[in-house]
C-alpha cells in the first residue's frame, strides 16, 4: 500500500486499531456499488461486492429534486447493502455520494433516509475529490512506474480527469458530463443521428476545452480508463473486433458509426453491450469520442479498479495513520502561515479540555478528537486575508477551499467550528447543520472558545492544572487557589467570554 503521507507540522494525538473487515459503498449517478474487504498487514483482500443500477440521475425532475419513484429505488437497494455492512464499526465503512448527489435539491431528505437504511453516515464529495479517489484505486491496479498518467472515468453525471504519477494526483478535473445526463440530453428519445452526435460531441469537447490545452502540455505516457462506460466500451471492441487490446481512436470511431448508422438505442445489438447499459450508451461514446479528439488519444487501457477501490486504500489510510487529510491540513497551515505554536498550544489544552466533559456531553470518539484538533490547528487561517472578521474570512476559506481527503459535511462543519471560535457564538451556523450535528458542534465550539480564551496572551508558560465541570448547559472552570487573582487579564477574558455564553444559553462559572 502506497504510504499517502502525514503532516509534521503538528502534533498528532492519537492512535487507531485495525478492523478486520472495511467496506466501500459507491452512490453513482448511474450504478450504487459496494465493496466489502478483508484487511490485511497494509492491504485488502475483495471477499464481497454487490451492485445494482438504480439511474439516479435520470431520477432527477426539471427542478433538480430526486423523485419519490428514484428515491424508492435507491432505498430498495440500500436496504439490501445495509444488511451486509450495518454490524461494522463506523471507522471501517466509508460510503460517498457523487454528481447527483451533489446537485439534488432535496439530497438531504433522501440521505437521511439512505443514511438509515445502511447504518452508517454518509460523504457527499466535491468532483475534484471523487477525481483524487478514482486515481488512488487506479494507480493501485497497475505497476508502480516512474510514467506520467492520463486517468479518464465517466460516470452516470460527471466525467473526472486526471494526470498523476505512481499514487501522487498531479492535476484532477471534473466536469459536468455523465453518460446518463448526456444521453439525456441528446438522445432522450431513443434517436441517434450523424448531427446529434456530433452537438453531443460539441457540447462534451465545450467543456473540456478549459483544460486540455493545459493537460497537453503537461504530456503523458499512458492513458488509463476506468469504470463502467468505458469498462463497457472496452468489451464491445474487443467483441467486435475493432481492437485486440485496448481501446483505440480507430474502434472509437467504429463504434460510433455504428450507433449512428443503428439509428435508435432501440436497434443499436453489439456483442458485449449488456441490455442495462444500451440506453446510456450512446452519451457515454460522445464524451470518449469527444475526449480522445480533444486530448489526441491514440489508445486507452482500461483498469477494473477506480473510485470504490480508491476509497478503501483512503480507508486503510486513515487506519494506518496515513491520512491524506491530515497532510491536507499541514498543507492549510503551511500555506496561509498559520503560527504552528499557538495552534499546536490551543489543539492541546481543548482536547484536555475535552476528556473532562467528554462523557456528559456525549464527546466520545476518535472522530470528535480530529474534529476538535483540526479546527483548533485552523482556528486562525483567517488571518491571512485580515484581521478584522477574521473568524469569518476562515469560515468562508474551509467552506470553499479544495480540501483532499475531506467530505463537504466535514468541510461545514470545519468551517461553522472556525466561524464560532470568537465574538458572538453564532447559532444559527449550527442549527444549519445537520441535526444529529448541531449540538456536538456547538459543544465542540464551545470547548475550542475556552482554550483559545487560555491562549489568548500567546504565551510559551504552561497553564496550570485545570478542571472542567459540566451539568447540562453549565459549565464550571476551576484554577489553583489565587491563579486567576494574578492572571487578571485572562479572568477578564473569562468574563468577557462568560457573556458570549450567556447569549448563546450556556452558563460559564470559573473560580
Known amino acids: 500500500m502506497n504510504v499517502t503521507g502525514r503532516s509534521d507540522s503538528y502534533c498528532q494525538f492519537m492512535?487507531?486499531?485495525?478492523?478486520?473487515?472495511?467496506?466501500?459503498?459507491?452512490?453513482?449517478?448511474?450504478?450504487?456499488?459496494?465493496?466489502?474487504?478483508?484487511?490485511t498487514d497494509d492491504d485488502f483482500r475483495v471477499i464481497d461486492r454487490m451492485r445494482e443500477v438504480v439511474r439516479l440521475a435520470a431520477g432527477l425532475d426539471s427542478d433538480n429534486k430526486l423523485t419519490d419513484e428514484a428515491i424508492s429505488r435507491a432505498l430498495a437497494c440500500l436496504e439490501q447493502f445495509g444488511e451486509r455492512i450495518r454490524g461494522l464499526s463506523s471507522d471501517s465503512v466509508r460510503i460517498v455520494g457523487t454528481n447527483t448527489l451533489r446537485k439534488a435539491r432535496n439530497s438531504s431528505t433522501f440521505i437521511r433516509q439512505a443514511e438509515a437504511a445502511l447504518g452508517h453516515p454518509i460523504d457527499i464529495i466535491s468532483g475534484i475529490e471523487e477525481a483524487r479517489m478514482i486515481y488512488l484505486g487506479v494507480a493501485h491496479g497497475l505497476d508502480d512506474a516512474a510514467e506520467q498518467r492520463l486517468v479518464m472515468d465517466i460516470g452516470g453525471g460527471s466525467t473526472e480527469f486526471i494526470l498523476g504519477r505512481r499514487f501522487d494526483p498531479l492535476f484532477t478535473e471534473s466536469v459536468h458530463l455523465g453518460c446518463v445526463s448526456h444521453s439525456a440530453a441528446h438522445f432522450a428519445d431513443g434517436?441517434?443521428?450523424?448531427?446529434?452526435?456530433?452537438?453531443?460531441?460539441?457540447?462534451?469537447?465545450?467543456?473540456?476545452?478549459?483544460?486540455?490545452?493545459?493537460?497537453r502540455q503537461r504530456g503523458w505516457q499512458s492513458v488509463i480508463g476506468a469504470s463502467g462506460t468505458i469498462l463497457a466500451v472496452l468489451e464491445i471492441v474487443l467483441q467486435e473486433r475493432w481492437s485486440t487490446e485496448g481501446i483505440t481512436a480507430q474502434s472509437v470511431a467504429a463504434l460510433r458509426a455504428?450507433?449512428?448508422?443503428?439509428?435508435?438505442?432501440?436497434?443499436?445489438?453489439?456483442?458485449?453491450?449488456?441490455?442495462?447499459?444500451?440506453?446510456?450508451?450512446?452519451?457515454?461514446?460522445?464524451?470518449?469520442?469527444?475526449?480522445?479528439?480533444?486530448?489526441?488519444i491514440d489508445v486507452m487501457r482500461v483498469s477494473d479498479q477506480a473510485l470504490r477501490e480508491g476509497l478503501l486504500y483512503d480507508l486503510l489510510g486513515r487506519i494506518h495513520q496515513e491520512d491524506v487529510r491530515e497532510r491536507t491540513i499541514g498543507k492549510l497551515v503551511e500555506r496561509h502561515q498559520i503560527d504552528v505554536d499557538q495552534s499546536q498550544r490551543v489543539a492541546a489544552t481543548a482536547l484536555r479540555l475535552l476528556d473532562e466533559i467528554a462523557g456528559p456531553w456525549s464527546l466520545n470518539g476518535d472522530d470528535v478528537r480530529r474534529q476538535l484538533r483540526w479546527a483548533a490547528t485552523l482556528h486562525e487561517i483567517g488571518l491571512s486575508i485580515a484581521h478584522s472578521h477574521h473568524h469569518k474570512h476562515g469560515a468562508y476559506l474551509l467552506s470553499n477551499l479544495e480540501m483532499p481527503g475531506f467530505s463537504r459535511g466535514e468541510q461545514r462543519r470545519l468551517a461553522a467550528l472556525v466561524r464560532g471560535h470568537r465574538r458572538k457564538l453564532p447559532q444559527d451556523v449550527f442549527k444549519s447543520l445537520p441535526r444529529e450535528q448541531a449540538d456536538l458542534a456547538l459543544h465542540l465550539c464551545v470547548v475550542m472558545r475556552l482554550a483559545i480564551v487560555l491562549h489568548r496572551r500567546r504565551s510559551e508558560q504552561a497553564l496550570p492544572p485545570l478542571k472542567l465541570m459540566v451539568d447540562n448547559a453549565s459549565l464550571k472552570l476551576v484554577f489553583p487557589a489565587q491563579w486567576l487573582d494574578a492572571h487578571p487579564l485572562t479572568h477578564a477574558d473569562l468574563a468577557s467570554e462568560a457573556g458570549y455564553l450567556k447569549a448563546a444559553g450556556i452558563k460559564l462559572k470559573y473560580r
Do not use: C, W
Request: aromatic share 8%; net charge negative.
Open 15 to 39: 492512535s487507531i486499531s485495525r478492523p478486520a473487515t472495511i467496506a466501500a459503498v459507491d452512490l453513482g449517478s448511474n450504478s450504487f456499488h459496494m465493496i466489502v474487504a478483508a484487511t
Open 191 to 215: 434517436k441517434i443521428t450523424e448531427k446529434r452526435f456530433r452537438d453531443a460531441e460539441i457540447a462534451a469537447r465545450q467543456e473540456l476545452e478549459t483544460f486540455e490545452f493545459r493537460y
Open 258 to 296: 455504428h450507433l449512428i448508422e443503428a439509428g435508435h438505442v432501440e436497434k443499436v445489438f453489439l456483442k458485449g453491450l449488456t441490455d442495462e447499459r444500451r440506453s446510456v450508451i450512446a452519451g457515454g461514446v460522445a464524451i470518449l469520442s469527444a475526449a480522445f479528439a480533444a486530448l489526441d
